[in-house]
């Protein structure tokens, strides 16, 4: 693979970091705008700039930075507050801005911040006439950070029973702080920056849990949002057993093969494969070692930890680098070559993505998902008892609805899911979210990629239906998010659609070249 995030954080919520510098910079193509959304802020208005603003760049453009003191907790005072940063790329074209874009680009707890110059690069286009915000979520990157003592190699390494500990050790050592660490406080930290720039309305861009977050802002401050664009996007009743990404695995498998030219693989022999894979493993787990920059792991290869390689790592990256064959692209060959007794091509794909763990605080990622995120159980429930929900929903999924996987298996893969956040204390977050979305009347857009299993397109037609003006596209032979493909189609789109409020033609979602599939002999 040619590209590597800084962190990688794992589950529906996969990050982005950079993605879109994947993108052209012609990719937003002038057309005809609407009317002004802002009233802009001064230039130097309000308190002096950061010192770190000076590091933020993007060609062509002004960047306007500041912080601001937030309460930690809404109405409780005595926890205190946290800083949160901003930067705004100013439009290039004279005049008043025509529109001003809020993008997150995932995790949860993904920075925005530091990417200014990625996103100014791939947005360039329609960053003529429309300011660009980038808010780093609470906890993460230029603000404040509020860590818990989980890293995110000891985590994505761990065994089940370990990362369950894990997560449990995170909120004692947050105590009350955990409460903190909401979407919805995020996106009311992204409403007040809004105010203080003097911003009517914004426009939504999420990409990954971005497409989370997204929802939420609009549900609290529907009178502040224009338009929305959803990409790599899962509803907020998304399945807590995630049968939609275990089924889509192979369906990813089947459409590369059957898409490979000359024929790589066969895609019923490769679901076979991977069945086999995931039962031999469910029997006797492979040992793995690790190797990042910081230390050296043993990983236990288990079938959980086969499902989060075969439906999130698999689904990251694809359509980026289309000639090579990226970890989805190799994916048949190491696992025929498993069943047929070599499992070094798999332990060189498992290898490769673990290289990636690093020692950045889980706190942002890890508090989210477990204050938020569904669950298989009650929260209100005790431990045992939501043990015994849990086991009974993983009893009471028919045969099949998890692919090649055991219901059981496939739910030890997610890092946000399964039973993973079975220990965390419902007390910790009173309301964290809106329990039903009340969602504007605005025009949406979701966009998912059709090889991306990590939120398949069962869950983009899921996300898109929240809303009363949505739709939805599918984008042929790319993964998560579909904005990483090479020709700079998606990112046309979806700029089009936030300057003018229709994506206009989206013919070229369905002629995105395949990847590349390394053949199996």
């Known amino acids: 693979m040619t590209y590597k995030s800084s962190v990688r954080r794992a589950g529906l919520a996969v990050s982005m970091v950079a993605v879109l510098a994947a993108a052209l910079p012609t990719a937003a193509a002038a057309a005809p705008g609407r009317g002004p959304a802002t009233v802009g802020a001064a230039s130097g208005s309000g ?3 950061p010192a770190w603003c000076s590091t933020v760049t993007v060609p062509g453009h002004r960047v306007d930075c500041g912080t601001m003191d937030r309460p930690l907790v809404a109405g409780k005072p005595k926890l205190g507050k946290v800083k949160v940063s901003y930067a705004v790329v100013r439009h290039s074209a004279p005049g008043p801005a025509k529109g001003t874009v809020a993008v997150n680009p995932g995790g949860p707890g993904e920075v925005a911040i530091d ?5 100014g690069y791939a947005l360039g286009g329609l960053l003529k006439d429309h300011d660009l915000l980038l808010v780093d979520p609470r906890g993460t990157g230029r603000s404040q950070r509020i860590p818990c003592g989980v890293t995110d190699a000891e985590y994505r390494f761990g065994t089940r029973p370990q990362q369950r500990a894990a997560a449990e050790r ?12 909401t979407t919805a406080a995020t996106a009311d930290d992204i409403d007040a920056i809004r105010a203080r720039l003097g911003v009517r309305q914004l426009s939504l861009y999420g990409l990954s849990y971005g497409t989370y977050l997204m929802p939420v802002y609009a ?11 959803l990409s790599g996007a899962y509803p907020h009743e998304f399945d807590p057993l995630v049968r939609p990404s275990a089924q889509a695995v192979s369906k990813s498998l089947r459409r590369i093969c059957e898409r490979s030219v000359p024929a790589a693989c066969d895609g019923k022999q490769a679901v076979k494969d991977l069945a086999t894979t995931a039962a031999r493993l469910r029997e006797r787990p492979m040992n ?48 025929n070559r498993f069943v047929k007794g070599d499992p070094a091509p798999l332990r060189a794909l498992i290898q490769e993505e673990g290289a990636s763990g690093s020692k950045e605080d889980q706190a942002p990622y890890i508090a989210v998902v477990c204050n938020d995120y569904r669950t298989a159980w009650s929260k209100d ?25 055991s219901a059981k298996g496939f739910n030890e893969g997610p890092t946000d899911g399964g039973d993973v956040c079975i220990g965390w204390p419902r007390t910790s977050t009173p309301d964290p979210k809106p329990a039903k979305l009340k969602l504007p009347d605005v025009p949406v857009l979701v966009l998912s990629g059709d090889l991306d299993a990590n939120t398949p397109d069962a869950n983009g037609r899921k996300a898109a239906r929240q809303f009363r003006d949505s739709e939805f596209h599918s984008v042929r032979n790319t993964g998560h998010v579909p904005e990483l493909e090479q020709s700079g189609c998606v990112v046309r789109v979806s700029t089009r659609f936030l300057r003018t409020g229709n994506p206009g033609d989206t013919s070229c979602l369905r002629t995105i070249r395949p990847i590349a599939v390394k053949p199996v002999r």
């Open 219 to 229: 549900s609290r401050h529907p009178e502040h949002v224009r338009d929305i664009v």
């Open 170 to 181: 995170c909120v004692r050592n947050l105590g009350p702080k955990a409460a903190g660490y």
């Open 381 to 405: 429930a005790p431990r045992s008892e939501r043990w015994r929900q849990y086991r009974a929903a993983l009893k009471s999924a028919a045969p099949g609805e998890h692919g090649a996987f």
């Open 47 to 49: 308190p002096a700039a």
């Open 288 to 335: 793995v070692p690790i190797t990042t920059e910081h230390a050296v792991y043993q990983e236990k290869f288990t079938e959980g930890k086969l499902a989060n390689l075969t439906y999130e790592a698999a689904s990251r990256e694809v359509g980026m680098a289309p000639d090579k064959p990226s970890l989805l692209g190799n994916l048949p060959h190491a696992l």
């Open 115 to 119: 990417q200014a110059e990625a996103f």
